[in-house]
């Protein structure tokens, strides 16, 4: 735990450029610096760090973030770990705070579970070397076509036929039966003994992605016996540090190869992933077995969003192929899906081609999911009408899933072109399906929104709101141009920003994007306006806030009003805007952090070169701009406003309270038609 202050001081110490300086080779270029990106494989570079934001971005994968960022993603760290490697660069001292004693407990027990893990992850590999290990397990392994290198690299094992093996060597090198239990490893019995989970089994331990053991896959290779129970694969259950939900066979090994390559190769079994890599195609990963959980995608998604997934080409792994890829396309991730030929699987295929055959046949017979789907079924629907028609629904529910708008509308095409239907025909029906699912996610966003948000380590795809910020066109678009909600994508947001009142959406964000950006940054109001004021200047943050207080709004969206206030709250205590900026950008609530990594970072910041042209043109900018946000805001609080009141009016049968709320409307309708009036429309 490393005390707020020294975590500030680390933040304003950490120089992007440096940073990032000593893993890349970066280029000036105008106010920024420029590279091939680290995160993927590139020969012209797309990836730009900026000082004056003390960010950095990719254009080409799309990854983003500041200094601490860079050096968790690079270096696959934690938030603590990167801050520590920053101290260690800038020599400042880190006192850790005292942890509480509950602190204290929780971690080293985790931590006492994954010593024991890989206690016996090496026990495993030691009998490999036994006698009995040898002639059993080893030669198993080689007869799958596994190599020395591939057996050490995965620490693969051998679980010895007595019962008690890695109990009892586990206790008597001082490991506590509690933790071995907890770990899935022993099991106790009622008289007492403690018995292994795993016995006469080849192990394949299952590791973390940051590649600590923390589960085990054992085989057996026994023959089944008639009328015992036979479990050819038994696993470790779920444990604290083992959500199966959550893990990947092979992640570890893949991770690095999955960023290079920006694609995951998905297949089913251990043996499939060990024989892949072994081949050289090292970005592969298992499910092992399970059907695959969103925790899952999610992991694979810190990595990239393409996904190839390999399946046995026979009509059961056509059915899994069917069913299993909704949650990706849910995800926003991008699938491929390949075919092998009838009765192979990756396993086979790996040991009978050469690397180059294998990614050649890939690269032949991959098929976007859309199609692929489209393709088998048309097959199967013949020229029925009535199965053509529920096949085309079935598509179109397919691609409803969706969330990029983009995507949908070029699948939509392809999609009408197949079956030489109406592209509207299409659009209708997906446009329902998505409207149910928003109404289904709104309803459940309600809800989680009382309870605490809990943070999680998963990126929300940034919603593509209107935007007009940064480009700063002539003119301003007229009211009715604004969409109520967000263009391109629906009002759903994803990871923990909580859009909860989508028709405020876009201005709160417009102006949030004012203040986070040029908050400090002086109105110079001309003479002749009518915000002018003798003697005294206002920056943007006070100018945002000052109008809102007046007519009492507060930001109706939760997301929103929360890094308002923590805006206002650290520019009381006098931090400068670029410190501000850093401490929203790198901080610890995963909903700040989102709503401020979409607002500075997600959008054009750094490709519009012109935007830091100078400081006039901004500030002509802003004082043009900045008003007129606020009073179309404000336009849109009065709608608000005016129709709630029309709605009191027919429910209060008494005449004075009739009047009372008829003027008020009157009032209000005036205030609305000024506004509209100065925003040039009448
Ligand atoms: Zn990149």
Request: aromatic share 8%; net charge negative; hydrophobic share 35%.
């Amino acid at each position: 735990m490393i005390p707020q202050d020294t975590v500030n001081r680390i933040l304003d110490a950490a120089q992007i450029v440096d940073v990032v300086g000593d893993f890349v080779t970066l280029k000036k270029k105008g106010a920024d610096y420029k590279a091939c990106c680290p995160f993927h494989n590139e020969k012209t570079p797309s990836f730009y760090v900026s000082p004056s934001k003390g960010i950095y971005k990719c254009f080409g994968c799309g990854k983003s973030g500041t200094a601490v960022g860079f050096v968790m993603e690079h270096e696959s760290m934690t938030f603590t770990e990167a801050l520590k490697y920053l101290a260690k660069k800038y020599n400042i001292e880190v006192v850790e705070k005292e942890e509480s004693a509950e602190e204290i407990a929780n971690r080293q027990r985790h931590e006492s579970l994954i010593l024991v893990s890989e206690f016996a992850g090496k026990f495993f590999q030691d009998a490999l070397q036994t006698t009995d290990g040898q002639v059993i397990a080893y030669q198993y392994f080689r007869s799958r076509g596994l190599t020395d290198e591939t057996i050490q690299k995965y620490g693969l094992g051998w679980s010895p036929v007595s019962r008690k093996a890695l109990s009892e060597a586990a206790r008597a090198a001082g490991y506590k039966e509690e933790f071995l239990i907890d770990a899935g490893l022993s099991l106790k019995m009622d008289d007492g003994r403690l018995i292994d989970r795993f016995y006469d089994r080849v192990m394949f331990p299952i590791h973390s992605h940051l590649g600590r053991v923390i589960a085990f896959g054992g085989r057996t290779l026994a023959k089944p016996v008639p009328g015992k129970p036979y479990a050819k694969y038994k696993n470790s259950p779920e444990t604290e540090i083992y959500v199966k939900s959550n893990s990947l066979y092979g992640i570890f090994f893949a991770k690095t190869e999955m960023s290079r390559k920006d694609n995951c190769i998905l297949v089913e079994g251990y043996l499939d992933v060990l024989q892949m890599h072994q081949l050289g195609l090292k970005n592969v990963v298992a499910s092992s077995g399970t059907s695959l959980t969103v925790g899952q995608i999610r992991l694979i998604r810190k990595f990239t969003n393409n996904v190839t997934i390999i399946y046995d080409g026979d009509s059961a792994g056509i059915n899994a192929a069917l069913k299993g890829v909704g949650l990706f396309l849910k995800e926003g991730m991008n699938v491929k899906v390949v075919l092998l030929p009838d009765g192979q699987d990756p396993d086979d295929f790996a040991r009978k081609h050469t690397l180059t055959e294998v990614q050649d046949y890939i690269h032949q017979h991959e098929q976007d999911f859309i199609g692929f789907k489209t393709d088998v079924l048309l097959n199967e629907a013949g020229d029925d009408p009535l199965k053509r028609t529920r096949l085309i629904n079935d598509i179109a529910d397919t691609i409803a899933l969706i969330p990029d708008a983009i995507a949908r509308a070029v699948y939509i095409k392809t999609t009408a072109s197949k079956f030489e239907i109406d592209e509207d025909l299409l659009v209708e029906r997906i446009s329902s399906v998505r409207m149910g699912m928003i109404e289904e996610e709104q309803k459940q966003k309600k809800l989680e929104s009382r309870k605490p948000v809990k943070s999680s380590d998963e990126q929300a795809p940034a919603p593509e709101y209107f935007d007009y910020g940064m480009e700063y066109p002539d003119e301003m678009p007229p009211i009715d141009d604004i969409p109520m909600v967000p263009l391109g994508s629906d009002p759903i947001v994803s990871g923990p920003i909580i859009i909860n009142a989508p028709e405020f959406a876009p201005c709160e964000h417009e102006l949030l994007k004012f203040i986070l950006e040029h908050g400090c940054t002086e109105l110079m109001f001309d003479r002749d306006s009518k915000y002018y004021v003798e003697g005294e200047t206002i920056n943007v943050a006070e100018f945002i806030d000052a109008t809102l207080a007046e007519d009492e709004h507060d930001f109706e969206n939760l997301s929103y009003r929360k890094v308002y206030e923590e805006y206002f709250r650290m520019y009381d205590e006098g931090l400068s805007q670029q410190q501000i900026q850093t401490r929203l950008l790198n901080s610890q609530d995963q909903e700040i952090m989102e709503v401020a990594k979409e607002l500075l970072i997600e959008k054009h910041s750094l490709t519009v070169a012109n935007y830091e042209k100078s400081l006039t043109a901004t500030s002509t900018l802003l004082i043009q701009f900045v008003p007129k946000a606020l009073m179309i805001y404000q336009v849109k609080k009065l709608d608000k406003m005016i129709s709630n009141l029309m709605g009191g009016l027919n429910s209060t049968p008494d005449l004075d309270a009739q009047v009372e709320t008829l003027t008020k409307i009157t009032d209000l309708t005036r205030t609305r038609t000024m506004l509209n009036k100065e925003l040039g429309r009448v």
